[in-house]
């Protein structure tokens, strides 16, 4: 009789940690309506030496994604055999309607850039993308 007891208490707690496993999956919004899809694209295109509008469009499942913080970060790395340091430049952007998402930043020069878009919401990132992007 203790020892049914026993591997009762073993059930239930196994199964205890197992909800607990998939109730930290749910707490990821994208895992229920499929993954934020981020499209990035700029004015002018390519972007050029100087001021340019970025824009990120979120969509989940067919949805634009409306609630969302997104930034874009320029990042080219030093160039030593030019002395030229780390460039990193981020730009907060600002939701547009219909899940897109417009700033203005700089580009500090031509050449190829590495860009990420990361998007949060509530402090937790939901999406992030990398592309490279050549400056004019
Ligand atoms: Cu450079």
């Given at each position: 009789?203790?020892?049914v007891r ?8 196994v199964s205890?940690?197992?909800?607990g496993c998939?109730?930290g999956?749910q ?6 309506a ?6 990035f ?6 972007p050029?030496?100087?001021d340019?509008?970025?824009e990120?469009?979120?969509?989940q ?5 409306t609630?969302?913080?997104?930034s874009v ?24 309607g ?12 031509s050449?190829a ?9 509530g402090g ?6 990398t ?6």
């Open positions: 009789m203790r020892s026993l591997r009762l208490a073993a059930a239930l707690l205890g940690l197992a909800a998939s109730g999956e707490r990821a919004p994208s895992a229920a499929g993954q934020v899809e981020v499209a694209s700029s004015q002018p295109e390519p050029v030496t100087g340019n509008t970025f990120v469009t979120l969509m499942g067919g949805q634009p994604v609630d969302a913080d997104v970060t320029f990042l080219m790395a030093a160039m030593p055999e030019v002395k030229m340091p780390e460039m990193r430049t981020s730009t907060p952007l600002a939701h547009d219909g899940g897109r998402y417009r700033g203005m930043g700089n580009v500090m020069m050449g850039w590495d860009v990420t878009v990361v998007a949060t919401r937790q990132q939901i999406a992030s993308r592309l490279t992007v050549t400056a004019q």
